[in-house]
């Protein structure tokens, strides 16, 4: 008989780390789970500390050469059993009863994906705030809240749907949310925390490389989205333009934010970020990583 949930853990030398994310599961209330560990190549002790958790046969370990966070998560999805999925970054934690606030909602009706609310914190400044997933912005536009873990996803629609596209290297969940939306899910909430997030100091985020690659790459295989939603295009090229800036990249930043002000030239905000790029040294003030 099929498992409840498989809850995916993608992870590359976070040894000093990992069993935070381990515990929180090992403590939930609902136990009709399996936990699948992928460790994408890592250099350090991070097989040893799993080790003494697989006594346990509910978690299961594997190894792979690094590929990425979403090969690594697509890859644990062909070992899963669960009918849903969640995945788990390993310096996130789960809310100790957050596998059954999914299931509640699971027992009710088949949903394709089930968002949760999040607690997110910050490290740097010591501060949380809670994020519901049913305004997460705070406008009354959009919902869903696609950070691993305040999210389950039927195991049937995320393959349906193709999985994360594994040529991405940032960014990859907010391209999954394109593509799960045009499939017409049917979506519930929790109406409850499921994630406690801490926002991380080493990931893809920092690399700005990748956060250029990853964005031209997402304009150019959703033309159809952006079409639709210039608002959002103007932010992907914004986005593209600071980073090239932090890369002292200023003749590419300044064609990329006249394409950001064309995208959606209603924006007074990207007007002046197109006139302040025009002086790289106050650029840098601004812009500076």
Not at 49 to 62: G, H, P, R
Not at 125 to 135: E, H
Not at 175 to 191: H, S
Not at 267 to 274: D, K, L, Q, V, Y
Request: positive net charge.
């Amino acid at each position: 008989m099929p498992l409840t949930f498989s809850i995916i853990i993608p992870t590359f030398n976070r040894a000093h780390i990992i069993h935070r994310a381990i515990e929180c599961l090992l403590i939930q209330k609902f136990k009709d789970f399996e936990l699948i560990i992928v460790d994408d190549g890592s250099s350090d002790n991070l097989k040893e500390v799993v080790q003494i958790y697989l006594k346990d046969s509910s978690i299961k370990y594997y190894y792979q050469a690094n590929k990425g966070v979403c090969a690594a998560r697509n890859f644990g999805v062909t070992q899963a059993t669960g009918d849903y999925l969640i995945f788990l970054d390993s310096d996130d934690l789960l809310n100790e009863d957050a596998l059954t606030t999914y299931n509640n909602v699971i027992q009710n009706k088949k949903f394709d994906i089930i968002y949760g609310d999040m607690i997110s914190k910050n490290s740097i400044t010591n501060t949380s705030k809670y994020v519901s997933a049913q305004n997460p912005y705070n406008n009354g536009k959009g919902v869903g809240v696609y950070i691993p873990g305040a999210f389950s996803i039927s195991r049937h629609f995320f393959n349906k749907i193709g999985g994360y596209d594994e040529k991405i290297n940032y960014g990859e969940n907010t391209e999954l949310k394109f593509r799960i939306n045009y499939n017409n899910p049917k979506i519930a909430f929790t109406k409850k925390e499921t994630l406690i997030y801490e926002a991380s100091t080493d990931g893809g985020s920092k690399n700005l490389k990748n956060i250029i690659n990853a964005n031209m790459y997402i304009i150019q295989k959703h033309p159809e989205y952006f079409k639709k939603n210039p608002k959002v295009l103007q932010l992907y090229w914004q986005n593209i333009a600071i980073a090239q800036i932090r890369l002292n990249h200023f003749n590419q930043a300044k064609k990329n934010i006249i394409k950001s002000w064309i995208s959606y030239p209603r924006s007074f905000n990207t007007f002046i970020r197109m006139v302040i790029i025009q002086f790289q040294f106050l650029s840098k003030i601004i812009w500076r990583p």
